[in-house]
């Protein structure tokens, strides 16, 4: 059982705050201009207006779920587990959204997406030993990254091949 003592607060608003940072910098990446209105989605994509929700969703998760390993864990080594972990995967989450929106390459972001769900996957299995709720958490990213990365594949299909920048 986690104690909610000041500085276990301190370091869930901290996980929210890196956590929301992450976001706020893909979000800034992300264009909705008129190349993304131009492209073809298939059917079953989602309104775009649902993207915003479901992302702050899965961000609070990853709060919650660094928080809660970040209290499980016990020695400098673990703790430094938990931020590798999660640092890996901010990174690979900002890659996508800049390949993505603001190089206008959804093919490289295809390729890059391997790596972003390879990262969740790290965590699952990274945290698991942990703390089971702090991996739990994260269930509901890495099917929404699945999810993603088949809209991601099926919006390449429609609309490759994708030029500009070194091809």
């Keep these: 059982m986690i104690r909610m003592d000041r500085r276990a607060l301190f370091r869930l608003m901290v996980a929210l705050v890196l956590s929301y940072t992450t976001a706020g910098i893909g979000a800034g990446l992300t264009e909705l201009g008129p ?3 131009s492209l073809r989605h298939p059917d079953w994509k989602p309104p775009d ?3 915003g ?5 899965i961000f609070t998760l990853c709060a919650i779920s660094a928080w809660l390993a970040w209290q499980a864990a016990d020695t400098r080594a673990l ?7 999660f640092g890996i995967n901010a990174v690979c989450n900002i890659v996508w959204s800049a390949l993505y929106f603001k190089l206008q390459r959804p093919d490289w972001a295809l390729v890059e997406v391997v ?3 390879l990262s969740i996957v790290a965590l699952l299995v990274g945290l698991w030993r942990l703390s089971r709720w702090a991996s739990g958490l994260l269930v509901s990213y890495l099917l929404w990254v699945s999810i993603a990365a088949l809209l991601n594949y099926e919006t ?3 609309n490759g ?3 500009g920048l070194l091809g």
Aim: no cysteine; charged share 10%; proline share 4%.
């Design 35 to 37: 190349w993304y209105f």
């Design 49 to 51: 207006d649902a993207f």
């Design 53 to 57: 929700v479901i992302w702050t969703t």
């Design 79 to 85: 703790r430094l587990r938990v931020a590798v972990l």
């Design 115 to 117: 790596f972003l769900w």
């Design 156 to 158: 390449v299909l429609l």
């Design 161 to 163: 091949p994708f030029v």
